[in-house]
């Protein structure tokens, strides 16, 4: 993991085929091929050395299970002639994002090695699902999220395993971070992380994760949600569609930016980059509007409340869009949060935001 393989000291003429499997970076790694036919070398005593048949035999064997372990090459299979090896396996793809469930890449029963494991459906955003880890006054959280791949890579070491790549970034601030990138554009986030106390480990707890979610979908397509969304949930609403391009405008700088739409149409946002003014609209679940939410005010007759960035430059308001109880659950508030950002300080800056949340507002569903 560390990038530093120890030779082998008891390898004999396999000694150069392994540290070529061995390597950390994957496209440095021999391909099926190229390893069948070190091996067979190895095997027929023109590799550097001389075996015996049937131990050339042996070793053929023993580093092809070497090979299926290490070169991450998906499913090998070695016919007759050995210089043939062929990786199958259809690529991972979540299928329509708006009905894949994350929870069907999560198990509980995964984390109890860790202590009491609580599967949370409809924590944050629709996009996710976490289960709460508890050890005694310890506390972690293991968490899945869908996400529209970003042109970016994210931070961290590259593998290939089972038709995707996985990078694992650095722990950090007690969070690990794992992000499964798929050929169908979106990626799948995994983290680790801890809450309270020090334990347990939150990078083995991404792992666990990690594995979990890539023997899942090497198995096939993402089992899709067990129910359909509400009528009235904001799951059902395109959050660019709630704000039109006027409203837009309202907004120095922004008056020429097309929207970027994120996962499943869950959050969408107009940047201009040349500037740093934007404008974010997201979704989110919570229990009511929390006192870090913000001052309690009232946009287009509903529930909310603003809270000014601490620089004086932007606003979030945070607005509440209906009330629903998940099945033996607590009572559970869906949230719309328009962020507006504007280099350009304001006397007051939650004036404009609100003006743009008010449109976005009006536009949502109608409640029952």
């Given at each position: 993991m560390k990038g530093?393989?120890?030779?082998?000291?008891?390898?004999?003429?396999?000694?150069?085929?392994?540290?070529?499997?061995?390597?950390?970076?994957?496209?440095?790694?021999?391909?099926?091929?190229?390893?069948?036919?070190?091996?067979?070398?190895?095997?027929?005593?023109?590799?550097?050395?001389?075996?015996?048949?049937?131990?050339?035999?042996?070793?053929?064997?023993?580093?092809?299970a070497a090979l299926v372990v290490v070169a991450a090459v998906g499913l090998v299979v070695w016919p007759q002639q050995a210089a043939s090896v062929v990786a199958s396996g259809p690529a991972p793809t979540l299928g329509d994002p708006a009905t894949a469930d994350p929870c069907a890449l999560l198990d509980p029963e995964l984390f109890k090695q860790f202590g009491k494991a609580i599967l949370e459906t409809d924590g944050g955003g629709f996009e996710r699902c976490d289960v709460y880890i508890e050890s005694g006054p310890?506390?972690?959280?293991?968490?899945?999220?869908?996400?529209?791949?970003?042109?970016?890579?994210?931070?961290?070491?590259?593998?290939?395993?089972?038709?995707?790549?996985?990078?694992?970034?650095?722990?950090?601030?007690?969070?690990?971070?794992?992000?499964?990138?798929?050929?169908?554009?979106?990626?799948?986030?995994?983290?680790?992380?801890l809450l309270l106390g020090p334990a347990p480990d939150p990078c083995a707890v991404a792992d666990v994760a990690t594995d979990a979610a890539v023997a899942t979908l090497a198995r096939g397509p993402v089992a899709r949600r067990p129910a359909p969304f509400d009528a009235q949930s904001l799951a059902t609403v395109d959050a660019c569609g709630l704000l039109d391009r006027a409203t837009v405008a309202k907004v120095p700088g922004l008056e020429t930016v097309d929207p970027d739409p994120g996962f499943a149409g869950w959050y969408c946002d107009w940047e201009n980059v040349a500037t740093g003014v934007s404008i974010v609209v997201s979704y989110d679940r919570d229990s009511g509007l929390t006192p870090e939410a913000g001052r309690r005010v009232r946009?287009?007759?509903?529930?909310?409340?603003?809270?000014?960035?601490?620089?004086?430059?932007?606003?979030?308001?945070?607005?509440?869009?209906?009330?629903?109880t998940p099945p033996g659950e607590s009572p559970l508030d869906e949230l719309l949060i328009v962020k507006v950002d504007d280099p350009v300080r304001a006397p007051d800056p939650c004036a404009l935001g609100t003006e743009v949340a008010t449109v976005a507002a009006e536009n949502l569903p109608s409640r029952p």
């Open positions: 530093v393989v120890d030779p082998p000291r008891r390898a004999g003429p396999l000694g150069a085929v392994l540290m070529r499997m061995l390597e950390s970076r994957p496209r440095e790694r021999p391909t099926a091929a190229e390893a069948a036919r070190q091996l067979t070398e190895v095997a027929h005593g023109t590799g550097g050395g001389r075996v015996g048949r049937r131990r050339g035999l042996w070793i053929v064997v023993a580093a092809v310890d506390r972690a959280v293991a968490r899945l999220q869908f996400a529209a791949a970003s042109a970016v890579p994210p931070p961290g070491v590259p593998e290939e395993r089972d038709g995707l790549v996985i990078v694992r970034g650095d722990p950090a601030n007690g969070e690990c971070v794992r992000t499964l990138r798929l050929t169908d554009g979106n990626d799948v986030r995994v983290s680790g992380q946009i287009a007759g509903r529930d909310a409340a603003a809270r000014p960035d601490q620089d004086g430059l932007g606003c979030d308001l945070t607005i509440v869009h209906r009330s629903y």
